[in-house]
Each structure stands twice: as C-alpha cells, then as structure tokens.
C-alpha cells in the first residue's frame, strides 16, 4: 500500500505562488496515474489536476487552469502542484492520491489512502 504526504501549503497573499509536493512511499508511483484534490471549509473534496503515468497527459479543473501546473518525478516517486496566481477562493487542504484514470479524476475514483493533506491559504 502506497503512503502518500503532502507539503508545501502556507499563507500567502492573493497574486502570490506556492509549490507543493506529494511524497510516495511503500511502492514506486510510476504505473500510477495521480491527481490533486482540494477540500474547503464546509465543501466537498472537489478535483484540481490529473496527471498520466508518464507525465504526457494533464487534466485541470476549470478553475485552476491557466494557474496551476501539475508535474511528477518518477525517480523520486513524487508529484507537484505549482500554483501561481492564486486567488481567496483556492484557500482549501489539498490532497494528493493516486486515481483508476487520469481523466475524469474524482474523489471516488482514488486507490489509495488519503494523507493528512497541506493547508493552503490565500489572504486577500
């Protein structure tokens, strides 16, 4: 069973840019198609980026696309979220997992255990 933790989250003010990074351990990530997912307060844990096996293929959700990047290193079984102008609304814990397919990710459609996650907040 693959272990999945998240960092990089902070404050920030809107306009402003963080990276985030999802570290895999337990089994190597490489066959895995991976997303990133956020929850805000009071909302459902909603998709943000999808990425395929070998990185060719990326998925955003309309909201995020145009501002954030996702992007993996197999050799470090990891995966990145870089985003940049970021807004009050992106304020959530994001949550890294591996998913059946790189397209149409949701929350339901991960295989592995959800982590603790990174807290992001956005100050206006």
């Known amino acids: 069973q693959v272990q999945l933790v998240e960092s990089g989250g902070g404050l920030v003010q809107a306009g402003g840019s963080l990276r985030l990074s999802c570290a895999a351990s337990?089994?190597?990530?490489?066959?895995?198609?991976m997303a990133w997912f956020r929850q805000a307060p009071g909302k459902e844990r909603e998709f943000v980026a999808s990425?395929?096996?070998?990185?060719?293929?990326?998925y955003y959700a309309g909201s995020v696309k145009g501002r954030f990047t996702i992007s993996r290193d197999n050799a470090k079984n990891t995966v990145y979220l870089q985003m940049g102008s970021l807004k009050p609304e992106d304020t959530a814990v994001y949550y890294c997992?591996?998913?059946?397919?790189?397209?149409?990710?949701?929350?339901?459609?991960?295989?592995?255990?959800w982590g603790r996650g990174t807290q992001v907040t956005v100050s206006s």
């Open positions: 997992n591996a998913v059946l397919s790189v397209v149409a990710s949701t929350p339901t459609t991960v295989f592995a255990s």
């Open positions: 990425i395929s096996r070998g990185g060719i293929s990326t």
């Open positions: 337990g089994r190597a990530i490489s066959m895995d198609a």
